[in-house]
């Protein structure tokens, strides 16, 4: 009799094969669970098949195993990982898990495996997790928006559980007018391609008064889309600035996405930026230094702001 371990990833199946006392006597990677089982008709024909116990992974293996008639059982992952360490070939990779759920299946006899009328209950099991995921999401999304409404008014008190009633969405409403709000302090920025009431909105907030500025170059730098000089003796050069604003830089990196794909002057800078020498992420970095220089200018001539 042989064990044959399986390793199961998305794109790739490992198998080990292993006689009674645990040596491997035969290896495979294949790409499908159909090459496995064929592959396996060359081995003994009294064979059992071990699989560790991920059912959101091995699901469709184990199918396809009951289906051929192979006789197989569910490794826990806990199990494997004293086989690895007791295993001559150190470190990680499929063949060595692969071996050491087959190693698990020999010394452990009391093993669980598929059993009839366990794909109904595992449907009524999926669809629980999947309500209580969307409790949970509801319950976090309602924590937010109680934060976010006691930082745009501390003495609105919102009852528990009213979250969801008709008059307390009418109270709260002027809360998801972003863009009519966008819209009344910052007409032009709307008008930037590119910049829809989402990134408007992002910049306005992470920005704040754009006095607090004297130029474009200081909020670059804020922004983290100014180069950072890394000079060295006779070589000049500049690297990426990892540092800022990560928020307000992201909603830069919005805009500049867009116009890279939709707005004919941007795409020429960057054709032109890329025909000097430049790779397609260093001349988007100038893009976004540019479009903070474009939302300074903007923002200092909105009568609405200054």
Known sequence: MIVIGVDVHKQSLTAVAVDEVGRAVAELT?????????????????????????????????????????????VPPKLMAPERRAGRARGKSDPIDALAVARAALRERRLDYPRPGEAALRELKLLVDHRDDLVDERRRAQQRL???LHD?????TVPPGALDRPLWLDRVARHRELHARTEQRAPRLLALPGCGPLSAAKLLGEIGPIERFDSDAQL???AG???LEASSGKHQRHRLDRGGNRQLNCALHRIAITQ???????????ERKQNEGKSRREALRCLKRQLARTVYTTLKSESALT
């Open 260 to 270: 890279a794909r939709a707005h004919p002057p941007a795409r020429a800078y960057l």
């Open 146 to 148: 109680r934060w976010q």
């Open 30 to 74: 294949a790409g499908t669970s159909g090459e496995l089982v064929a592959w396996s008709a060359s081995l003994a024909s009294e064979r059992l098949w071990a699989v560790e116990d991920c059912r959101q992974l091995t699901g469709a293996l184990e199918r396809r195993l009951l289906a051929a008639g192979e006789s197989l059982v569910r």
């Open 152 to 156: 745009l008014d501390p003495e609105l």
């Open 225 to 227: 889309v100014a180069p």
């Open 220 to 222: 670059a730098r804020h």
